[in-house]
C-alpha cells in the first residue's frame, strides 16, 4: 500500500511567547496538518518547539471546537446556546451595537482583544472597526508595562543585544523567566553556549523551575525582591573594582552618583529583603564582573509585581556597572519590539481616529460593574465585542469581572475557537479560525525575524477569520468608508510591507522570513543609548520619560512619585501579614500559554490533570496541611479550592499556583485570578499577577 503524500510547508508560530517560532508544517494530500516542527535553518528557532506547539493537530481538530454561530438560550455563564447562521448573527449584533449606540452614544460599545494572536492582521483590525465607529479605545496594560516602562528607562529604547548572541556568551544568565516553558529556545542557544563554549547557566527566580533544574547556579529569592539583589550585585562590582570605571564615564549619565548611592546596598542588607544569603550574592556579583562577555536575558515575570518597572530598570543597570554591553555574547536583553518599522495604518484604520476615550484593559471587572474612574468620566460600557482573549479566566479581579459579564443589560459578542469562560457569558458567540487557516505577518518580541504565516487548510465547520467578522460588521453598523475593509488579509500584509520599505509579500514567502537585526554597534549601543543624551540612565524620572507604552494623555499611574529616582528596592508590594502570611505568584504552566491549550488532553494530562499550589513542606506541615490535601487560598478579593502539592526550592513564605485553568477546572468555579488585585503598576500600567498576600487553609472535606 502506498504512504499518503506529505508535503512540508512553513509558518509561523501565533502566540503570546517572544520566541514566535519558524515552524515547518506537515500536510497530508487531502489537507490535514500532521506535526508541526521548529525550522532548523531559522538561525533563532534552530529547529526547537515547545511540545504544546508541536502536537498542534490536537487543537486544530479537537471535538469541542466552536463550528457555527450560536445565540444565548441559558442564563449568562451557563453555556447554553443554539445554533444561528452567520448573517442571524451578523444582522443581531449590528441591530444591538447601534440600539446601544443611540441610547448611550457610540463609546458605549468596547471592542476588547490582546494576543490570543500575535497576528498583526487578524489581531489589529479590531482597531480599524473602533477607529470607524468611534467606539471606546482600549489602553492595553495587561501584559508588558512594567518591563518595557523599565528597561527603556534605562536604554531609551525597546531593543538590544542580537538574542542569537547567547550562543557566544561565557555565561547566560536568565533572570526572572522560565524559560523551558514559556520561551524554549532561550534554553536552545544558552545549552549551546554552555556545549561549545564552557558557559556558566545562572537562572533567577522565586522557586526551583524547570530551567533552574538545568542551571549551574539557581539563585532563589523572595517575589518582588529582584531589585534589592540587583543592588547589591552592582554594590560589589563597584566595591571590588570590578566595575568598568571608563565604560561608565563613557555611556552612563551618573555613575559617581550611583556608587555613592549603592554604598549602603550591601550583599548583607540584599539578603535581609531578597533570603538570598550574602555569600551567594557577593560570588554571583565577581562571576559577573569577571566573565565580561555576561549575557544577561531578562523575563516578564520578576516585572508582574507593583514595583516591578524598578525592579527591571535595576536588572538592566548590572550590565551598564560591568561594561558588558561592549562584548559580543553581552549585555542586557528583554525585547526587540523597536527595531521593527511596520505601517499599520491600514490595518488599524488609524486615520479614522477620534479622541474617544481610553478605558484599561487590566480594569475590565471594574469598568463592567460601573466604576466611574474607571469608566474615565463616560458612559457605562452596554456592549463588547472580544476577539483574541478569555478575560472571565485571565483578567484580575475575577470576581468584578464576572459579575459585570453577568449584567442583562450588556450584549456581548464573543468570537472564539471554543467555549471559554467568556464564551459562556456570551449573547453570541462566532466560530473563529485557527492560524494555520488564515494568512497573517509575525514579528518576533525575543528575537529580529518577521515571518509570514499562509493558510495551509481549511477551516472546520463555519469558523471564519477575525478580519471577516471585523469587515462584515462595519457594512452592516454603518462605518465610516475605509479601503481596508475591503481587502483580504493577503493584501493588508502586502500593503504593510510595501509601504514599511520591507518589500512585497510575494518575496517574504519567497524567503520565508526577514532578518531585521540592527548591526552590532547599533545594538549594543557602542554610539549612544536611546535616551537625547546618548547616555544610559541610572536617575530616572519616572512617570515623566519615555516608554513603548503611555496612557493616551500621558499621566501616570499610582505611587510614581515614590519610585526611587537610582536603583534600589521600593517595598510596594502587596506584603504578608498575620492574617495573610502567603505571597502567591500565579506562574506560567508549561503545557499552558496563558488560557490557551487548556483544553487539549495533551496538555492538561502533563500539568496533573487538575489545579493545584505548591508549598514548602515544612510551611505545610505547620500548617498542619497534607501532600494532596484540599485547600482554600484566600485574600479579601475571594477564595479558591484547589489541591495542594508539596515542593522543594520553593521562596519562603511563597506558594506558586502554575498556569490559568480554566474556572470550570475548580469545584466552586473561582480561578486563580480571583485573587489578584488590578491596581495599576507605576507608572505606566499593568496588573500585579505575581504580587498577591493570601492565607492558606484546609478545606472542609
Not at 534605562?154 to 523567566?177: S, V
Not at 494623555?553 to 510596594?572: E, I, Q, S, T
Request: glycine residues 10%; hydrophobic residues 40%.
Amino acid at each position: 500500500m502506498n504512504k499518503p503524500v506529505t508535503i512540508t510547508a512553513h509558518s509561523a508560530c501565533p502566540h503570546d511567547c517572544p520566541s514566535t517560532c519558524a515552524l515547518d508544517v506537515e500536510v497530508t494530500a487531502e489537507g490535514r496538518i500532521g506535526r508541526l516542527r521548529g525550522a532548523a535553518d531559522n538561525a533563532y528557532t534552530a529547529g526547537v518547539i515547545c511540545a504544546k506547539v508541536a502536537r498542534y493537530a490536537e487543537r486544530l481538530y479537537h471535538p469541542d471546537r466552536l463550528l457555527t454561530p450560536m445565540a444565548r438560550v441559558g442564563a449568562k455563564g451557563e453555556g447554553r446556546f443554539e445554533p444561528i447562521t452567520w448573517d442571524e448573527a451578523l444582522d443581531l449584533i449590528a441591530a444591538r451595537f447601534l440600539e446601544a449606540e443611540a441610547k448611550h452614544g457610540p463609546e458605549t460599545v468596547w471592542p476588547y482583544y490582546y494576543a490570543g494572536t500575535m497576528g498583526l492582521v487578524q489581531r489589529d483590525s479590531i482597531h480599524r472597526l473602533r477607529h470607524a465607529k468611534g467606539y471606546s479605545q482600549q489602553f492595553s496594560s495587561i501584559c508588558t508595562n512594567p518591563a518595557w516602562t523599565g528597561y527603556v528607562a534605562g536604554t531609551g529604547l525597546l531593543a538590544g543585544p542580537d538574542p542569537r548572541e547567547m550562543t557566544k556568551a561565557d555565561q547566560i544568565i536568565i533572570w526572572g523567566t522560565n524559560a523551558v516553558a514559556t520561551q524554549v529556545n532561550v534554553m536552545t542557544h544558552a545549552i549551546t553556549a554552555r556545549k561549545t563554549r564552557g558557559a556558566k547557566i545562572i537562572v533567577i527566580d522565586v522557586y526551583r523551575t524547570e530551567t533552574m533544574k538545568q542551571a549551574d547556579i539557581g539563585i532563589v529569592l523572595k517575589p518582588g525582591s529582584d531589585a534589592a539583589l540587583a543592588c547589591a550585585i552592582m554594590h560589589v562590582l563597584f566595591r571590588d573594582g570590578l566595575a568598568d570605571r571608563e565604560y561608565l564615564a563613557r555611556y552612563t549619565d551618573c555613575p559617581d552618583e550611583l556608587e555613592a548611592h549603592l554604598a549602603t546596598r550591601t550583599p548583607e542588607w540584599a539578603e535581609a529583603i531578597t533570603g538570598v544569603p550574602a555569600a551567594e550574592i557577593t560570588q554571583l556579583a565577581r562571576m559577573i564582573g569577571e566573565v565580561k562577555r555576561t549575557f544577561i536575558r531578562l523575563g516578564y515575570g520578576f516585572t508582574r509585581s507593583r514595583n516591578g518597572a524598578v525592579s527591571m530598570h535595576a536588572a538592566a543597570s548590572i550590565a551598564a556597572v560591568a561594561g558588558s554591553w561592549q562584548y559580543e555574547g553581552g549585555g542586557a536583553f528583554h525585547n526587540n519590539g523597536a527595531i521593527y518599522k511596520l505601517d499599520k495604518s491600514m490595518v488599524e484604520g488609524s486615520s479614522l481616529r477620534t479622541g474617544t476615550r481610553f478605558l484599561d484593559q487590566s480594569l475590565i471587572g471594574r469598568v463592567l460593574t460601573g466604576d466611574t474612574e474607571a469608566l474615565a468620566g463616560g458612559p457605562p460600557v452596554t456592549a463588547l465585542l472580544i476577539q483574541n482573549t478569555n478575560p472571565v479566566s485571565v483578567a484580575p479581579e475575577q470576581t468584578l469581572v464576572k459579575q459585570g459579564f453577568a449584567r442583562e443589560d450588556l450584549f456581548t459578542v464573543v468570537h472564539e475557537q471554543f467555549m471559554t469562560d467568556t464564551a459562556r457569558y456570551a449573547d453570541i458567540v462566532l466560530p473563529a479560525t485557527q492560524f494555520l487557516e488564515h494568512d497573517d505577518i509575525y514579528r518576533g518580541g525575543g528575537h529580529q525575524y518577521m515571518l509570514f504565516g499562509p493558510k495551509l487548510t481549511e477551516s472546520p465547520g463555519e469558523a471564519r477569520e477575525n478580519i471577516f467578522v471585523i469587515n462584515e460588521l462595519a457594512k452592516r453598523l454603518g462605518a465610516k468608508y475605509h479601503p481596508g475593509f475591503h481587502m483580504s488579509a493577503r493584501e493588508h500584509v502586502d500593503w504593510m510591507l510595501v509601504n514599511s520599505g520591507y518589500g512585497t509579500l510575494a518575496e517574504l514567502e519567497a524567503g520565508r522570513w526577514k532578518d531585521l537585526q540592527p548591526d552590532f554597534r547599533t545594538a549594543h549601543y557602542l554610539d549612544g543609548f536611546g535616551h537625547a543624551d546618548g547616555k544610559y540612565h541610572f536617575k530616572v524620572d519616572w512617570g515623566f520619560t519615555a516608554a513603548p507604552n503611555r496612557p493616551e494623555d500621558g499621566k501616570p499611574f499610582g505611587a510614581h512619585a515614590a519610585m526611587p529616582r537610582l536603583p534600589d528596592y521600593w517595598n510596594a508590594v502587596e506584603n504578608a501579614d498575620a492574617e495573610h502570611p502567603f505571597r502567591l505568584v500565579t506562574a506560567p504552566a508549561r503545557s499552558f500559554l496563558n488560557s490557551s491549550f487548556t483544553e487539549t488532553p495533551g496538555s492538561t494530562k502533563k500539568e496533573g490533570g487538575r489545579p493545584e499550589v505548591w508549598m514548602r513542606p515544612e510551611e505545610a506541615a505547620a500548617a498542619g496541611l497534607e501532600d494532596g490535601a484540599r485547600v482554600i487560598l484566600g485574600n479579601r478579593r475571594g477564595e479558591v479550592r484547589l489541591h495542594l502539592r508539596l515542593v522543594e526550592g520553593i521562596a519562603p513564605g511563597t506558594v506558586v499556583s502554575e498556569g490559568i485553568w480554566p474556572n470550570t477546572a475548580f469545584e466552586d468555579g473561582n480561578g486563580i485570578n480571583t485573587l489578584i488585585g488590578a491596581e495599576p503598576i507605576a507608572p505606566y500600567g499593568g496588573a500585579a499577577f505575581h504580587d498577591c498576600a493570601v492565607w492558606v487553609r484546609p478545606a472542609a472535606s
